[in-house]
């Protein structure tokens, strides 16, 4: 838990703290001095009397209470100066910023349980250990450079990783990003990433707290923790961007389902950051300038005006918003001739605006001026302007200070000129602004922000199921593959449209279920995993000969055991799977069904529950999208229904957590029904 002795402090002790600054305890007490602590602190060091001018006691016994302690001891004292500390000292906050816990080996998570259970005890808070420390405004308690310019209206940056959280404020301090705090957990012992973000939800006020949150996460160990407080933020008005690394695996594992070799840990994840509104990061430097983006006006459209005085740097940038999903609309009427005149010959100002390397202050503001005021097809303007290193550009950057306060539409500074003009990009940063050097970094990274969608709902509605008669079924069922029987009777209790069939194993039987179901019939085989592989589906059964001639083929396949007979339906073939995966729930897919998904792997995920309108747009969101629409005079699926089998799927799944892999593969989509006409479903209890 957080508490006020962690965010605020009035006294602390630094255990471990030397004259030494090259080493973090020396560091970590130069950090505190260097930011000016308005509080009583304090040096523990067995061998000093004063370290850094500061008053130094050889034993912790002797200090007095004390509400925060940062630790820079060898990790084996660790426990009993926590102890020390937390029941002669008061001491209600401790970061460790030592390693050699359960990073290390079972002897250190030992050491590291030890130290939790004296914090539980007292109601304290730990950070660490294994950490670089705390960073807010009131105090500097990390032992790690740089210190980033602390601002309340700037980032709250949680990371699971003390060397990359360094690395990701040198990639944002330069380009002007501030900071509000930085936490650095470690190892997490009692508060990782879900535990902060949860205190940031539960403690926001919209009129103090910083709207910007960043993550970088290596573990998800409660991903309902992090999807509910990151969704609470983003619906209160925050932004959220994460990396989450590790999501490569170095083999596939074997899977005896499609949903199984397609749902990984790191769909689930991409699954879970959808669901919240998270924007995924695929690296530090994407995160620190999606973060700059968020520092600006939200874009309210997908259409950017490219203005510069360099040809170069605007074709790249309209290719990455282009390739993107965003526009660079084409400019043109007597409000753009007028502009034209302002601008010197040879300008353009079709889109990208092109003012030419001579452009001018002046001319820049008239760009501006008519993007915001004349052209209504313009959501927002990417200003390109840096230097050959020939004069100085402080009016223009002046310039596009004064126009960022004045217009509402955002306005995005990319100032390439990082050496040339490195003054006065410093200037126009010490304005509070911040920079994007890169426009084809911005480009990808302004697209991935547009693109994130909205979190959904805390409360989530699903078509009603019959929980009683689902739970009826799994209570009963053994672990492994149901039978038909049990696979039909579940899919009729979540209200999943099905084909009519049956299981036969002999040929009067067969018979008689063909006559019961009508012509015309499909027959496959029950036993091999890859029916078609083995020749063991058929289609268009039209009379009771074939039935005969089929069912005596078919039994004779190697691993078959039945013969599975079901009505034909004809339309587009499409698919719904769920996995459960561990921590996170169901993952439920979708996608083209059959051989497709296999061959173009193009599914979407989400984590169940899934409502209709969350469906739709997972429908809406699969490559082959066209496909399901219906192309060159094809049947289009109807999508209601399919979204409506999805979002059943998921409400089923809920129900029976014991459902470990499901897929409904293919059912056929066509404008009047979605019916199942195969599905494997495996209990795990």
């Known amino acids: 838990m957080i508490n006020e002795q962690l965010l605020n402090p009035q006294s602390i002790v630094v255990v471990g703290g030397s004259d030494d600054v090259q080493k973090p305890g020396g560091k970590v007490l130069k950090n505190l001095l260097d930011g000016d602590f308005k509080g009583d602190l304090y040096v ?83 950070i660490g250990p294994n950490c670089v420390g705390v960073l807010n405004s009131n105090y500097n308690g990390v032992f790690t450079t740089p210190i980033p310019s602390l601002d309340p209206k700037g980032c709250d940056f949680i990371s699971g990783s003390g060397a990359t959280a360094v690395f990701i404020m040198e990639s944002g301090v330069p380009k002007g990003l501030s900071f509000s705090s930085v936490y650095s957990v470690g190892n997490s012992a009692q508060m990782g990433v879900e535990e902060i973000l949860k205190y940031m939800d539960e403690s926001f006020d919209p009129e103090t707290s910083s709207k910007v949150k960043l993550l970088y996460v290596e573990n998800i160990d409660k991903p309902e923790m992090l999807l509910k407080h990151a969704s609470s933020l983003i619906r209160k008005g925050c932004k959220i961007a994460a990396v989450k690394s590790g999501g490569s695996e170095a083999g596939s594992r074997a899977a005896s389902s499609h949903t199984g070799a397609l749902a990984s840990s790191d769909v689930a994840v991409d699954a879970l950051f959808k669901k919240a509104g998270i924007v995924r990061c695929a690296g530090r430097d994407e995160l620190a300038t999606v973060a700059s983006i968020f520092m600006h006006p939200e874009l309210q459209g997908k259409n950017i005006a490219i203005i510069t005085h360099a040809g170069g740097p605007a074709v790249m940038l309209t290719d990455a918003l282009s390739n993107n999903g965003l526009d660079v609309p084409h400019i043109d009427g007597p409000k753009a001739d007028a502009l034209l005149e302002k601008l010197y010959a040879g300008s353009s100002v079709a889109n990208p605006i092109d003012f030419l390397a001579t452009g001018t202050a002046e001319q820049l503001g008239h760009i501006i001026d008519a993007c915001e005021n004349d052209f209504d097809n313009i959501d927002a303007m990417a200003v390109i302007f840096g230097s050959p290193g020939l004069f100085p550009v402080y009016d223009v950057y002046d310039l596009l200070h004064e126009k960022m306060k004045e217009c509402k539409k955002p ?60 739970r009826e079924i799994v209570d009963a069922a053994e672990n492994g593959y149901l039978e038909p029987k049990q ?68 039994m004779k396949i190697k691993d078959t055991y039945a013969v599975l007979m079901c009505s034909q339906h004809s339309g587009t073939e499409v698919f719904i799977g769920a996995k459960r995966e561990d921590k996170f729930g169901h993952m439920v897919l979708c996608g083209l069904g059959g051989i497709f998904i296999e061959v173009l792997k193009d599914v979407q995920a989400g984590l169940a529950p899934i409502s209709v309108e969350e469906s739709g747009k997972m429908i809406k969101n699969l ?57 494997r479903i495996r209990i795990e209890k």
């Open 44 to 126: 523990a060091n067995p061998k000093l009397d004063e370290v850094q001018g500061v008053k130094s006691f050889k034993n912790p016994a002797d200090l007095p209470n004390v509400d925060l302690a940062i630790l820079a001891i060898a990790a084996k004292y660790c426990p009993q100066t926590v102890e020390l500390l937390a029941k002669e000292k008061n001491t209600r906050a401790f970061i460790i910023l030592s390693a050699g816990f359960s990073e290390e080996n079972e002897e250190g998570a030992k050491l590291e349980q030890q130290i939790v259970d004296t914090v539980n005890s007292v109601n304290g808070s730990l």
């Open 411 to 470: 306005i995005y500074p990319i100032l390439p000129s990082v050496i040339n003009v490195k003054d006065e990009i410093e200037h126009f940063l010490a304005k509070g602004r911040i920079n994007f050097p890169d426009e084809v970094v911005f480009g990808n990274a302004l697209a991935k922000v547009y693109h994130t969608e909205k979190p959904q709902p805390a409360e989530i509605e699903t078509p009603e199921v019959d929980e009683a008669k689902i």
């Open 487 to 554: 696979i039909h009777a579940l899919l009729d209790a979540a209200g999943i449209q099905r084909a009519k069939e049956g299981v036969v194993d002999q040929i009067e039987d067969a018979k008689k279920l063909a006559e019961e179901i009508g012509f015309p019939l499909v027959m496959k085989v029950v036993g091999p995993v890859h029916k078609s592989d083995v020749g063991g589906v058929v289609l268009n059964v039209n009379s009771m000969d074939t039935v005969c001639s089929e069912f005596e083929r078919l």
């Open 623 to 679: 490559k082959s999208y066209g496909i399901i629409k219906g192309v060159r005079g094809q049947e289009p699926v109807n999508e209601k229904l399919y979204a409506e089998a999805i979002s059943r799927l998921s409400a089923l799944v809920r129900v029976a957590p014991e459902i470990f892999e499901m897929d409904l593969n293919p059912l056929l989509g066509s404008a009047k029904e979605v019916v199942a006409v195969d599905a």
